[in-house]
């Protein structure tokens, strides 16, 4: 209401005040109320313009409330509803009528806003994205305008639509490919009209996190064997991963050992490999490389493995040789581990600890191992405390290790069973844990703007990268939102299967600049993601400046009620007047039930005809 040009907030509210004065002075029992999304009662909420949304059916079910106590009712409003639902049905059930006061500016001010945002907030890098924008229009409007995407200062594409007026919608489509990887930002941008009361609301920024389309691993085995065909086949299955294998030949590889070396990798799998203690100098180039690129590591025992050989290469794996070893070469049953986080990503049945049954072939010991700080053991050999997988994350760099020589073995016989894809289903979930595909700890997450008006709606959308491993129906979701002048407001997100997308809705509420924080958690896991909006002091009606009487006038047409302008308001106080009830009461009492109030009244009977008798009446 503070935004129509032909009012002054002051005068007005000095106006409404002298208004209800002379309302209450034809009639004593006149009620006052305030409201925007809620009804306020004159005494005890001061009439400021305010109201963060206007919520006229909230006036309409506390008319409703208290109707058997009134014979009427006044509504004074611009008639713009920015929050509830229609109630014309609930009108007609009313029987007193209500008379509506228009008030506000007839002409609707020009606006054009971009209204929503539609776009993922994450994408593999060249993947085609869409991106659809939603443009309001308010107003006499029938200009044709220019809709522009940019990244930075690099115009993307531009769209022309025509505009409507009057509340409609149109949209614009937009189609790109990002190949920056990380954050890229954009901003959509509206030409402004030359009537046009509000600009801020003509560009919006969004942002898309792009990951990469390839990962590379590299594979060096120190001598083929039977293992090495099943970890290839399993590395090439991973989507988005590309292989580089360096086979070892006495003292060269290949491929040449120089292109390892000057390659980025994001997993480093040794096959059987080093045949022989690594040098120093080799050491020294891996642990820079490793650092620099951040590369993920895994070994994989194999026959030719001796601790002696490995044991050069347990620094980068934070392992060291253990004396606990089993010296009767005989293959053994094992088990899952219990209580250890990574196992939550390996995304299949068969890993539960609790699964006791004997699914797995026994598999030969070769390398013992003991475990430092942050390795964790994943599975271990029956009756011993020696494990078969450890794997684990120290100072942002991940490893692992499978100490059994005969991993063929579990290929091969799971290959034969009914669970033919558990082992490729074991290295596929852990190499994509190694090479941080998995985003177990990523959100990405996105609120529809960011600068919002007061009582306009936030949409909040966005998705855990990893949805699919994830149980969804085990997942708690909200974001909070916190200001320095205000108290923290929480608000849930709902999981959407048609988008399979997280979100939620909510009005904007007082001005200011907030900081949000996104939740999503579980029994054993939280994951976060932090971010900032702007609530601007203006209020949505900023965009719907005008009357509109339509919504006023059906209103005071369903309940037999009268529509005036503000000017005319004077018309409405001759309906108030004090309404005065007659009642008539009417008794009956059986007197063959009161035997005492009948003999007092033969009593009374009887004196009066003797007093009659005496004074000489008939």
């Not at 004065?21 to 009804?39: G, H, I, L, P, R």
């Not at 920024?205 to 064997?225: C, E, H, M, W």
């Not at 339509?550 to 009620?561: D, M």
Request: aromatic content about 10%; charged content about 20%; hydrophobic content about 35%.
């Amino acid at each position: 209401m503070g935004y129509h040009q032909t009012l002054s907030p002051n005068s007005y509210i000095d106006n409404v005040n002298s208004y209800f004065a002379s309302a209450v002075k034809n009639d004593k029992e006149t009620q006052n109320y305030y409201f925007d999304y809620k009804v306020y009662n004159a005494n005890e909420k001061s009439f400021v313009l305010d109201g963060e949304a206007t919520d006229l059916g909230k006036v309409i079910d506390h008319i409703e409330e208290v109707e058997s106590e009134l014979v009427g009712a006044i509504i004074i409003s611009d008639g713009q509803v920015t929050k509830g639902e229609q109630k014309q049905s609930q009108l007609k059930d009313l029987s007193i009528p209500i008379y509506t006061i228009g008030v506000g500016d007839t002409i609707p001010l020009v606006d054009v806003a971009i209204q929503a945002l539609e776009a993922p907030t994450v994408v593999i890098k060249g993947e085609e994205m869409e991106i659809n924008v939603t443009i309001s229009s308010h107003g006499r409007v029938h200009d044709r305008v220019n809709v522009l995407l940019y990244k930075g200062k690099k115009l993307l594409g531009s769209k022309f639509i025509q505009l409507q007026g009057d509340g409609s919608l149109s949209n614009a489509k937009f189609r790109i490919a990002p190949q920056t990887l990380g954050e890229n930002n954009y901003i959509v941008k509206t030409s402004v009209l030359a009537d046009e009361i509000n600009i801020k609301n003509n560009n919006q920024f969004f942002q898309v996190t792009v990951l990469k389309d390839r990962y590379k691993v590299a594979l060096i085995t120190g001598s083929p064997n039977f293992n090495t065909g099943p970890l290839k086949k399993i590395i090439k299955n991973i989507p988005r991963v590309e292989l580089d294998h360096y086979i070892q030949q006495g003292e060269k590889f290949i491929s040449s050992i120089n292109k390892f070396w000057s390659t980025s990798y994001e997993l480093i799998v040794f096959d059987n490999f080093p045949l022989a203690p690594i040098s120093n100098r080799w050491q020294q180039i891996l642990a820079k490389k490793l650092v620099s690129q951040k590369s993920s590591l895994f070994l994989v025992a194999g026959p030719n493995t001796d601790n002696k050989s490995a044991e050069s290469i347990y620094p980068f794996f934070h392992v060291q040789h253990s004396k606990n070893i089993i010296e009767d070469n005989k293959s053994r049953q094992w088990y899952w581990s219990e209580n250890d986080l990574i196992l939550k990503y390996l995304d299949n049945d068969l890993f539960d600890p609790n699964n006791n049954e004997n699914l797995f072939p026994p598999l030969h010991p070769k390398i013992f191992i003991e475990t430092g700080d942050n390795i964790s053991s994943l599975a271990y050999y029956v009756n011993s405390s020696i494990p078969l997988l450890v794997s684990g994350e120290v100072e942002g760099l991940r490893s692992g290790i499978w100490t059994s020589s005969d991993f063929s073995t579990l290929y091969y016989k799971m290959t034969e069973s009914e669970h033919q894809d558990i082992s490729g289903s074991l290295l596929n979930n852990l190499f994509s844990w190694l090479m941080h595909t998995s985003g177990e700890n990523e959100l990405y997450f996105r609120v529809n703007k960011n600068l919002y008006q007061q009582g306009e709606e936030v949409h909040v959308v966005g998705s855990h990268f990893d949805n699919d491993s994830k149980d969804i129906s085990s997942l708690t979701g909200y974001i909070t939102l916190s200001s320095e002048e205000n108290t923290p407001i929480t608000y849930e997100l709902n999981y959407n299967p048609v988008n399979e997308q997280w979100e939620t809705r909510f009005l904007a509420g007082k001005p200011g600049s907030y900081s949000f924080e996104i939740t999503l958690e579980n029994e054993n896991d939280i994951y976060t993601q932090h971010g900032s909006l702007f609530i601007d002091e203006s209020q949505i009606e900023l965009n719907q400046v005008s009357v509109n009487n339509e919504i006023l006038q059906i209103i005071s047409s369903l309940t037999k009620g009268k529509y005036v302008p503000w000017e005319s308001r004077a018309e409405l106080i001759g309906y108030i007047k004090p309404e005065l009830k007659q009642e008539i009461i009417v008794k009956n009492a059986r007197l063959n039930e009161n035997i005492i109030g009948l003999a007092l009244l033969i009593l009374l009977i009887s004196i009066e005809w003797y007093i009659r008798r005496l004074i000489g009446l008939s």
